[in-house]
């Protein structure tokens, strides 16, 4: 069964403090991994997919990394507006359907 | 450029009540269809898919159903609500382009069933 594992659970950071949010992952026949963001009462916001181990993806403040078993979503010099809830997904073909599998997320805090 | 709505935003319902969310997309055609469903503290679970006009499938048993009645709009039903269904609905739309598919999420649906 495919599993997404995403920590820290919660992270608060001050302002311009950087850090990295982990999403460890178990899956066979990866297809893509996703990372999203998700503000309080809203819908998932799509931030970046990767395909293969050491790609990389840039976007403001944040950069995605993946591995063979894990992606990093780090984020540079942070401001209170970065502050909200960190999806990671997997993407694994299940019988010709693409099926996706979400974390539980990081919720991040950026206090000014 | 593609936009997804879905109403209401906010819904409360008695319990035994029926249920009918609504889902639409705008700027593509023959999009991938799901419904997902958000509980506190766990992770997006998926209720429904469609790969087409009629073409429903189910990943989870429960007293919810799906149709796709029109390519671009996608209606999350039940006949009679439980306590258990209340939660944060989400609709979402892909295009699949050879074996990459990336999913895009409408403003979702509060439901508070009481």
């Known amino acids: 069964e495919d599993q997404v594992t995403q920590s820290p659970e919660a992270l608060r950071l001050q302002e311009g403090e950087s850090s990295s949010l982990n999403c460890s992952y178990t899956v066979s026949g990866l297809r893509g991994l996703f990372w999203y963001r998700q503000d309080p009462g809203k819908g998932p916001e799509f931030l970046f997919t990767l395909y293969s181990a050491g790609e990389e993806k840039e976007k403001e403040r944040l950069k995605a990394t993946l591995t063979k078993k894990e992606s990093f979503l780090h984020i540079t010099a942070p401001k209170p507006e970065d502050s909200a809830t960190y999806l990671c997904a997997v993407q694994a073909d299940s019988g010709g359907y693409q099926k996706v599998t979400f974390g539980t997320g990081t919720k991040l805090q950026v206090i000014p | 450029s593609q936009t997804i709505h879905q109403w209401p935003a906010t819904l409360v319902q008695p319990v035994g009540s029926p249920l009918s969310l609504e889902c639409t997309v705008e700027g593509t055609s023959n999009p991938n269809l799901y419904w997902y469903r958000q509980a506190a503290g766990r992770g997006l679970q998926l209720l429904f898919y469609?790969?087409?006009?009629?073409?429903i499938s189910s990943e989870v048993p429960q007293n919810l159903s799906a149709s796709r009645p029109q390519d671009r709009q996608f209606i999350l039903s039940s006949k009679k609500l439980l306590l258990s269904d209340s939660g944060f609905y989400l609709c979402?739309?892909?295009?699949?382009?050879?074996?990459?598919?990336?999913?895009?999420f409408g403003p979702g649906t509060r439901l508070l069933v009481l």
């Open positions: 469609s790969v087409g006009i009629g073409q």
């Open positions: 979402a739309w892909s295009v699949l382009a050879g074996l990459r598919e990336t999913q895009y």
